[in-house]
Structures are given as C-alpha cells and as structure tokens.
T-cell receptor
C-alpha cells in the first residue's frame, strides 16, 4: 500500500502567488516525521520543512509552511509569494520512528512551475 | 566536507558491466542511506548503514546489488552485471543520528545501454 500519496503530478502558479502542494500519508505508527524536499533539475534533494507527529503547531520555515491535519493524515506544503526559482520537483516523505527503520519513504512528487 | 559528495556524477555502462558508485558523507555523520530514483519517480530506499554496520538492506532489488561502508565513512554501492532496468539516479544521504535530518548528495545518474 502507498504510504505517501501526492495526487498532483504537475502544478502551475503565477509568480508572487501562494500555492499548496498536497500530501497524504498512511501509517499505524503513532510516532512519525513528515518532510518536504525540493529537487531542482540539478538533482540534489533540498530539505525544506519538517513536522513531527506530536508537534502541536504547524511547522513554518520562511516562505514554507506545512498544513498538518493529523486526523485526515495530510501534510500539505504551502509556498507563499512564489518565485521563479521555486520551479522544481517537490517530494513529501515520511519516517516512522517507533520501529527500527530509519529511512524515508517518498511520494511520487509534484512538478511545480512558476509562471512569470 | 561541507556536503555529501557522490561520484561519478554520470556513468554510462554497457549491459553486463559492473559499476561502483561512491558516496562521501558529511564528516562525522553516523547514518548513511542509499536510494534509487527512476525517471519521474520518488526515491526508493535501498540500504542503510549505521557507522560500518549495514542495518537494513531490504530495499536492494537483487543480489546483483551490494553496498559497503568498511570504515564507517565512505560508502560504495556496487552493481554487478548491470541491466537496463538499473538505469536510474542513485542518491546517497547522510545523517548525524537516527532522529536527525538528512542531507542528500547530487546523485549519480547511471545509464545502462
């Protein structure tokens, strides 16, 4: 079963506007972490933001915020004031922390294009 | 070093050839991960090291894939008798501990012809 689902293969946004990238997850582990990464065409995975399952508040990092809805098992990324440099592939990922596994499980990604 | 370094950046191999991909993690990072990323897909976990110990190799797709980290720093992912389906970007990530964030390298793009 898919642990991380990103239903938007591609998204377009006008420069300076906000955009929401969707992510839903599936886990029975009560302790987990959710990550968002940006992957430009150069290939490197750039960490954006992290949300722990027990965190009371939604995570924010500059123009990035994570809309965490635990009951719905969703962790959407909101990018405010989009810039042309935000055009890239965006991945949602999860790490389950109760067991021995330490790896991230990734979704299939969303290709974001920022239009001038 | 300042980041995770992977080499070579690009590799073209003839089908049946053996290849070795190198990952140089951030100095002092205990945990090291290898991922395989097919074109247009998210990375898929291959294997995980804590220091020199390979704690999880459940993601290795076949016994043609082998990874090592003999001194707990540099790691090598070896693929024997490469097949076309092995064509992908191979990403390495390191972390200072099991509960910490991950830093990824730029990857090695392997093309098997």
């Amino acid at each position: 079963a898919q642990k991380i689902t990103q239903t938007q293969p591609g998204m377009f946004v006008q420069e300076k506007e906000a955009v929401t990238l969707d992510c839903t997850y599936d886990t029975s582990d009560p302790s987990y972490g959710l990550f968002w990464y940006k992957q430009p065409s150069s290939g490197e995975m750039i960490f954006l933001i992290y949300q722990g399952s027990y965190d009371q508040q939604n995570a924010t990092e500059g123009r990035y915020s994570l809309n965490f809805q635990k009951a719905r098992k969703s962790a959407n990324l909101v990018i405010s004031a989009s810039q042309l440099g935000d055009s890239a592939m965006y991945f949602c990922a999860m790490r389950e922390t109760s067991g021995s596994a330490r790896q991230l499980t990734f979704g299939s990604g969303t290709q974001l294009t920022v239009l001038p | 070093g300042a980041g995770v370094s992977q080499s070579p950046r690009y590799k073209v191999a003839k089908r049946g050839q053996d290849v070795a991909l190198r990952c140089d993690p951030i100095s002092g990072h205990v945990s090291l991960f290898w991922y395989q990323q097919a074109l247009g897909q998210g990375p898929e976990f291959l294997t995980y090291f804590q220091n020199e110990a390979q704690l999880d190799k459940s993601g290795l797709p076949s016994d043609r894939f082998f990874a090592e980290r003999p001194e707990g720093s540099v790691s090598t992912l070896k693929i024997q008798r490469t097949q076309q389906e092995d064509s992908a970007v191979y990403l390495c990530a390191s972390s200072s501990g099991p509960g910490d964030g991950y830093t990824f390298g730029s990857g090695t793009r392997l093309t098997v012809v």
